[in-house]
């Protein structure tokens, strides 16, 4: 398993929009670069997705992962639970109150994958993700 990935950014919005924002995960702008499409399979019983199917496409290969969703009041954490290529995956996200009326939410992800990937380059890849993924979260949770 890689080394944990961890970003974090500050929200002008509060918690409950920060995780309603989140909580939109078939947006594929929460998930890598590389992200065809991402489909809800599975709701819980407040409506939030519970399992998504997230279709990846890079350097001629495409894979479909499976993830089950888990929430608590500030927390949402997603982990891949079928895939052909990605192997172990886990993402969380730790929404934080700043007291101000804003949030700091705090991305943290692991993965394992089953093709030979130098471990810099798959970490630096997740690192850009999450970057790009936080910054797609900001710009919607500070939109409304």
Do not use: Q
Not at 39 to 56: C, F, M, N, S, Y
Not at 61 to 71: D, G, L, R
């Amino acid at each position: 398993m890689s080394k944990p990935v961890t970003r974090s950014i500050e929200i002008d919005a509060p918690v409950s929009r920060v995780v309603e924002v989140i909580s939109d995960l078939e947006n594929t702008d929460r998930w890598a670069n590389e992200a065809k499409s991402a489909r809800v399979t599975e709701h819980d019983e407040h409506g939030r997705p519970a399992k998504i199917d997230v279709t990846l496409g890079a350097i001629g290969f495409t894979t479909t992962s499976t993830y089950a969703v888990s929430y608590t009041d500030d927390a949402i954490t997603l982990t891949c639970v079928a895939g052909k290529l990605i192997e172990e995956s886990t993402i969380a996200y730790r929404i934080h109150s700043r007291g101000d009326g804003g949030s700091r939410v705090e991305m943290s992800s692991t993965m394992e994958v089953t093709v030979p990937v130098p471990r810099w380059g798959l970490e630096r890849a997740m690192g850009s993700s999450a970057e790009k993924n936080l910054a797609s979260i900001k710009k919607d949770a500070e939109a409304s």
